[in-house]
């Protein structure tokens, strides 16, 4: 069974809407994670959590909103959607912020036309 | 910045070839980067192939090896033996070792193996 649920695993959206993106983990970790990989692109790091604080940011749009509302969820709020944002977004965690050694849900494929 | 330039694929070979993916690192903001593959199956997630965070010595895991290599900055992937399970996308990374969990990415491989 898979350990970290990501949801929906496709979505379609119009370009200025807003989409949550859904994230639970059952490994009983304390950190969380946002990555995104866009067409061409490398994976890229998005956010940081850990004991359900924001630890790092490297996105500069405030339009992505992580969201915690319990230690094993990390939900990720988009809103004012652009073509650009199209991606797979793919959620990740691991035992503590201590360690590199990421466990990856199978991601949510955005298309914003 | 870090960045990591590994084969561009797709990868094709036979079933029972041997393989080497090719990685590259540039780590600026530390010496000794610790450096990963991870593989992603198909309709999964990625998961950890092998880690190794001392310069000179080897990770090892399912046939697959890679030595850490300071002196080329590189990590190459290699299997004497491929079988057609092994078909998925490969990706090579490095972490700081700043304990933020963030990881540098190369774009990925991907790797077909025909039986």
């Known amino acids: 069974d898979p350990k970290i649920i990501q949801k929906p695993k496709y979505l379609v959206a119009v370009t200025g809407s807003e989409k949550i993106l859904i994230c639970e983990q059952y490994l009983g970790h304390n950190a969380m994670y946002w990555y995104r990989q866009s067409a061409k692109k490398p994976l890229e790091f998005m956010f940081s959590?850990?004991?359900?604080?924001?630890?790092d940011n490297q996105t500069a749009s405030s339009r992505f909103q992580p969201q915690s509302s319990k230690k094993n969820h990390l939900d990720l709020q988009i809103t004012a959607l652009k073509p650009d944002d199209s991606a797979t977004y793919f959620c990740?965690?691991?035992?503590?912020?201590?360690?590199?050694?990421?466990?990856f849900g199978s991601g949510t494929r955005l298309t914003v036309l | 910045g870090d960045s990591v330039t590994q084969t561009e694929g797709p990868v094709t070979v036979s079933e029972s070839e041997s393989l080497i993916i090719n990685c590259t690192y540039s780590a600026t903001s530390i010496a000794y980067p610790n450096l990963f593959w991870y593989v992603r199956y198909p309709g999964e997630g990625l998961q950890l192939l092998l880690k190794?965070?001392?310069?000179?010595q080897k990770g090892s895991s399912r046939g697959f090896e890679a030595t850490y290599n300071k002196e080329t900055t590189s990590f190459h992937l290699q299997k004497a033996s491929v079988q057609e399970s092994d078909s998925a996308v490969y990706y090579c990374a490095l972490g700081t070792g700043a304990n933020t969990g963030k990881l540098t990415f190369g774009h990925g491989t991907i790797l077909r193996v025909h039986p």
């Open positions: 190794v965070i001392t310069a000179g």
């Open positions: 990740a965690s691991s035992r503590t912020r201590l360690g590199e050694t990421l466990y």
């Open positions: 959590y850990s004991y359900q604080k924001l630890m």
